[in-house]
């Protein structure tokens, strides 16, 4: 199977790259409200805490495209001979500066999955 590559190393990530992301961080958060709702309509907390994992699983993905992507535009730069253009060192900062939302999902993914029941009892 072919390493997965960005569209276009050493660009901006393309379109795809951020329907990916979105389309897993929906699949991180959906979930958990479906289930916050079932539990609270059942009175069971097993839903709720079973969307922990798929939460931290989404989660952990986008951060893996994210760092992945960053260190093909960065050996794509690093090829050339020169230093990244401004607009690489733009998007580094930007990519460096977002996975705290992922942290944060991982880290709020990890209590639900731990203790998502208990608020139900």
Known sequence: MPTPSPSRPGTEPSGRDYALEGLMMVLATLPVIVSAYASHVTGDGQW?????????????GVQYHRSYWLRCVE??????GHPPAPLVRWIGRVWHSIPYVCYLAIVMGTLIWSYGDLMFR
């Open 48 to 60: 709720f805490q079973r969307s922990g994992a798929l939460m931290v699983l989404f989660a952990v």
């Open 75 to 80: 050996r794509q730069a690093g090829r050339d």
